[in-house]
């Protein structure tokens, strides 16, 4: 190919697109000098053509068909920053069989499509790149592909939702109530349009499968993530995790031995010692353990305009160098391995319980005599006198144990007339303290 200026066509302006925007604009000098040749935005569809915008844009560059983009053949690379699934995948599909590399930022539509969006991207020698789609401005999918491709990943501990983050932080250190933190969340721009999806854990859980799919070369589908949400804890949990040593985090984990895979997104005791303890507000990070390598951690903003700009713009230069060179869409998606779900007998954790008992003799017997029955044994047993005269609350932290047993625990505390309420339950991370 002889070298001409390249041409985006951007679908979607909002937090993401006009951030992609400015910094092709300001860092223009830059960009072209790593390429070799300018980058320019030829086309931007949005919604609606009528909106002020915050950012400059030449109106003429505005149109509001995605066709206008994705069939014009003066557009070399398409960006898909409008988000929603069905539209987003259509135009991805046909961007690709018009032989046109696509970036994206869309976690929702990589997560469920991602699989066959990356086939169809080899087929046509086209690069599909998705860098922003998890962990906005950490280039963790780079990692995964390339830094540690040598080496072999059997677990990733992540914070990759940044609303949540921000809304357990907040609560922890200002006393902000759940809804305080989530409303300020909204107004700065992290949480989605229906923050649902933050804080049930599903923004989380599409981040980890297309995670996990990386790490160990696998198929990992959404449905594969095992789902909590943090919509149960209460600032009582919050300080009661702090007097023992921990601190509550969503966490999101891909692990991996020789029994298969677990994926899960859940709210975590996590000891205050480990690192991604101190990760606070909207901050996301990634812990990786590969064999080789040991433990490494990947920090940074995980939203946001300009963080997430920084990665659809490296995208995009990645995308034109290889079709500068010829060289587009040569990475094909095959998972090495077939997809092995671990059982629930197979999956360890740790686990705080909390719990409000009858303060009677033979309770204590009763209480440990269910953990042993269950093979757990207990890294800690405390009790303490109760709100109401003849109550007293039992915490206890186990040792690792299958999440069989533990279900089966809950189950046999719920059934027992000495247990009035099991007040929280929460898997522990970083060591009983
Ligand atoms: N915001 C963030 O920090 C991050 C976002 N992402 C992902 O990036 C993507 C974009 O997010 P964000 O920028 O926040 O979203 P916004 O809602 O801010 O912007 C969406 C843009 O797309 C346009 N648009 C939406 N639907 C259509 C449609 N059907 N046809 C034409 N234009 C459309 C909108 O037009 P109009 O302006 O006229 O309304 C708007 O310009 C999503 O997939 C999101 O998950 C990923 C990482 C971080
Ligand atoms: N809502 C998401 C935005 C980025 O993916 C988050 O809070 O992390
Ligand atoms: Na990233």
Redesign the pocket.
């Known amino acids: 190919m002889t070298k001409k200026d390249l041409t985006i066509g951007m ?7 006009s951030g992609v925007a400015t910094m092709i604009r300001d860092n223009e000098k830059e960009l072209t000098q790593r390429l070799g040749v300018k980058v320019k935005i030829g086309k931007i ?4 053509m009528e ?1 002020e915008r915050g950012t400059y844009v030449d109106h003429g560059v505005l149109c ?1 068909n ?1 066709s206008d983009v994705i069939h014009d053949p003066d557009i070399d690379v398409v960006v898909e ?4 699934i069905e ?1 987003a995948k259509y135009a991805i599909q046909e961007s690709l069989k018009a032989g046109k590399p696509v970036i994206t ?4 539509l990589m997560a469920i499509h991602g699989h066959s969006l990356l086939r169809l991207a080899h087929e046509n020698s086209c690069d599909l790149y998705y860098e ?2 998890v962990a ?1 401005g950490i280039p963790i999918i780079r990692t995964l592909e390339d830094g540690l491709a040598s080496d072999r990943i059997s677990g990733i501990m992540g914070i990759v939702n940044g609303t949540t983050n921000y809304i357990l932080t907040k609560m922890k250190e200002e006393k902000w109530s759940y809804e305080e933190a989530l409303t300020k969340a909204q107004e700065l ?2 949480a989605e ?1 229906d923050p649902t999806s933050d804080v049930e854990g599903l923004d989380a859980a599409r981040k980890m499968a297309i995670l996990a799919t990386l790490a160990f070369s696998m198929e990992v589908h959404l449905e594969d993530v095992s789902v909590e949400g943090m919509t149960a804890i209460s600032t009582e949990d919050l300080e009661l995790a702090e007097q023992f040593g921990y601190s509550v985090k969503m966490l999101g984990f891909a692990q991996r031995d020789e029994d298969g895979i677990d994926v899960s997104v859940e709210p975590v005791f996590l000891a205050s010692s480990h690192p991604l303890s101190s990760v606070r507000n909207e901050y996301n990070a990634v812990y990786i353990y590969g064999d080789a390598v040991g433990e490494t951690m990947f920090y940074g903003p995980g ?2 305009s300009m963080p ?1 700009a920084t990665s659809v713009v490296s995208d995009i230069l990645a995308a034109c160098r290889n079709l500068l060179l010829g060289v587009g869409g040569k990475r094909s998606h095959n998972p090495m391995n077939s997809r092995h779900l671990k059982g629930e007998d197979h999956q360890s954790a740790q686990f705080f319980h909390r719990l409000l008992v009858k303060d009677e003799i033979g309770v204590f017997s009763e209480l440990t005599s269910i953990y042993s029955k269950h093979h757990a044994s207990l890294g800690s047993i405390i009790q303490r006198p109760g709100e109401k005269e003849g109550e007293a609350e039992v915490i206890l932290i186990t040792h690792s144990l299958s999440r069989k047993n533990q279900g089966e625990i809950i189950n046999e505390l719920k059934a027992s007339s000495s247990v009035k309420q099991i007040i929280s339950n929460y898997r522990v991370e970083g060591g009983v303290k």
């Open positions: 679908l979607g302006f909002g937090t993401v697109g569809v949005v919604r609606d909106k509001s995605v920053v409008m988000g929603g539209e930022a869309n976690k929702d922003a789609s906005g721009g992290f349009s939203a946001g997430t």
